[in-house]
Every structure is written in structure tokens, then in C-alpha cells.
């Protein structure tokens, strides 16, 4: 055998010095040229190992003196085997409110909260500065009881007129003159309740309120400072939070609401189990070719928005199937094939066994045909077997 290689492989340094006499002088040519004596000593090299095998199969002096080799073996049993889309997201949160004055800033006088504070629905968070506007309101309502005094005297002055002009006292003109007047005045009297109403809500608009129960995650504001609600207070209720993860457009046809999630928090080393999706975006974004999926999440303190969150998304799953560590599978010109450990008569040998692999996951691969409960998988040693050859176990 061993001679037989030192042929083949003169044969084979004859042949590449001769094809090497041969080359073309343009790059091209050179690195087409070494690309053929590459394959070339690929194909040498499993023939050699291919005439090694075959040749300690027939070689009987050499069966004779054949040394057991010592392998590791495992039983084969069938499991459930789950296969997931591991991807990075981030926990977020359904309710997050930015606090606004209702009709435009002001210079904040006083301020009601800080950083990290649990405020309640309704409670005030910013006083701002409503001194001119309580002037205008002072001077408002002032006139609205000026008219409404006016409007009483006009009101008795038609009423006079009235009963004088039903005795027959008076001229029509002075009746309708006074009718005219109170009409009027009731007229004003209603624009300037309805201004000095306008003019309460810009009051009432300077005290600024939570729309939300929550923690005041931001406040970016102090006494004196101009206040718009550009981002100056956030509100976050950690009641409801989520899990939300991009998912590559390739998987579309793989992920859908009947999907189970995994969420993993490993800041907090904490872990959600099946987690079901609770929404699931109908658009592909064009700038990352991708769409969004979310997961809500039970409440927990620890948890806060912006964490990192590993979601790993069931797509496959089967039961009572075999599946293999992907170390120990090969591959032929017949496809896919593991080494199994039987027992032959007194011997134990090594068979080689084609099989037909599903879904890759982890360092697990699923076996869908091939394989059998209890074949004893050589999953120590396997390298360098061929079929037939003698084995020995640690156990023995």
C-alpha cells in the first residue's frame, strides 16, 4: 500500500512539473493553470485514500493483524427537536408619554417632579409662570360684571317702558330703543363670558399634568427654563412591556402570529418562555429589509426599556424524531452518513450508515431516515473509520 501511494504520488509530481513547463506566461493563464493542479492533487489525494480503504478491506494478512480501534458510543433515542431564528432585540415599552403644555410653552415656575418619581394619571408635574394671563382674566371678568350690571339696569328700563306703553304712556321708539338696548347687552354679555371661559383654560393650561400613570423616566427642565414639551418629560408605564426584534425579510414565510418566542435578558438573567407573538408588522422596511415582530412580556420590576433582548423564534419543530451532533455526520458521493457501532457475532465493528438529515440547530442536526432508536452512534473516534473495521469501547 504504501508503495503504491509513492507511485501515485511521483506519477502525480511528474505531471505537475510537466504542466508546469507548459504555462502561460499571463496571469491569468497562471492562476487557471494552478487552479487544475489544485483539483488535480484533491482527486490524487482521495484516491489514495480511497485505494488505502480497499486495500485493508481485501489485504486478509493485514485483517489478521487489524488493531481494534477504541471509539465512543451513544444510544440513539428519540427526542423533540426544535429549531429557532436566533436574533437581537430590544424590550420597549406600550405606553410611553411625552408631557406637553396644552396651549404652548412658558417659563416654568414651579416643578413638581424629578427623575425617577411614580406620578399617577392627573397629577400636576409643572406650574408655569401665568401672571400676565391672570391679569387679562382679572380684567376680563371685571368687564363681564360691568355688562352684566349694565344688562340688569337695561333689563328694568324695559320693563318701564313696557307697562307705560301698555297704559298708553310713551312713544313706540323709546319702547323699542330700550327692547334694542337689552338685546344688545345680552349680546356682550355672552361674547365676554364666553372670552373670560377662553381665558380660564390658558390659566388652567399653565398647570401641566401626567396623561399617564408611570415613572418619569425623563426630566430634562429646572425652574426658570423655557418649558415646550420637546422631549423635556417622558412618562414610561412599565406595566406593559415588550419585546420587539427585526426580523430579516427572508424568513417571512417562516415566521408568523402562531409563532412561539424565547425572550432571554441576559443583563438581568432572566428568561421568558413561550411568549406568543403579539404583533406582527404586514410591511418590509426598505432601509433594512426587514419586519417587526413583537412579544408582551409579564410584569417584572427588573425589567426596563431599551434592554438588550435575545428572541429566538420557533419556525420548526418535530417529536419523536432522532437527531445527531452534526460532528459526527459526513458526506459521500451519496450524500450524507454516520458510523454506527454493531455487534458481529463476537466482534464489533464499525457500518456506515447513509442518512437523510432535516433542520440544523445548534450542534444538533435532525436525522429523518437512516437512523433507528438504540443504534449506537460512534460519536468518539469516528475519524478515519471505514466500514467493517474493528472497535473496541472504554467500557470493555
Known sequence: MQKISQIIFISASIT????????????????AELDKLQKQQIETADKIKQ???????????????????LVSTTALTTQNFTHYIDLQGRIDADNISYVTPRLGGGQVKELLVKKGDFVKKGQLLVKLDNAVIKK??????????????????????????NNLWKQGIGTEVQLLTAKNNVETLTTQLKASDDNL??????????????????????VNVKVGEFFNGQGQI??????????????????SDRVNKNSKLIIVLPDVNKTYNNISVSFLSKTINALNRSFTIEGRLPYDGIVRPNQIA???????????????PVNTVGTDEKGKFVYIAIKEGSKLVARKKQITVGELYNDLIEVKAGLNAGDQLITDGYQNLYDGQALKTSDK
Not at 507548459?22 to 497562471?30: I, P, R, V
Not at 371661559?197 to 425623563?218: C, F, H, L, P, R
Open 16 to 31: 505537475l512539473a510537466a504542466c508546469g513547463a507548459k504555462q502561460q506566461d499571463s496571469l491569468a493563464g497562471k492562476k
Open 136 to 161: 387679562s382674566y382679572a380684567a376680563s371678568k371685571q368687564s363681564l360684571e360691568t355688562i352684566k350690571t349694565q344688562l340688569n339696569f337695561a333689563k328694568d328700563i324695559y320693563n318701564r317702558q
Open 310 to 324: 435575545q428572541v429566538k423564534i420557533e419556525d420548526y419543530s418535530a417529536k419523536n424524531t432522532i437527531a445527531v
Open 197 to 218: 371661559k377662553t381665558i380660564q383654560e390658558q390659566v388652567d393650561a399653565t398647570n401641566v399634568y401626567s396623561d399617564v400613570d408611570g415613572i418619569a423616566d425623563e
Open 51 to 69: 485505494l488505502q480503504t480497499d486495500i485493508a478491506k481485501l489485504d486478509t494478512s493485514v485483517a489478521k493483524n487489524d488493531i481494534a480501534k
Open 234 to 251: 417622558k412618562i414610561v408605564n412599565t406595566q406593559t412591556l415588550k419585546a420587539v426584534v427585526d426580523v430579516p425579510e427572508n424568513y
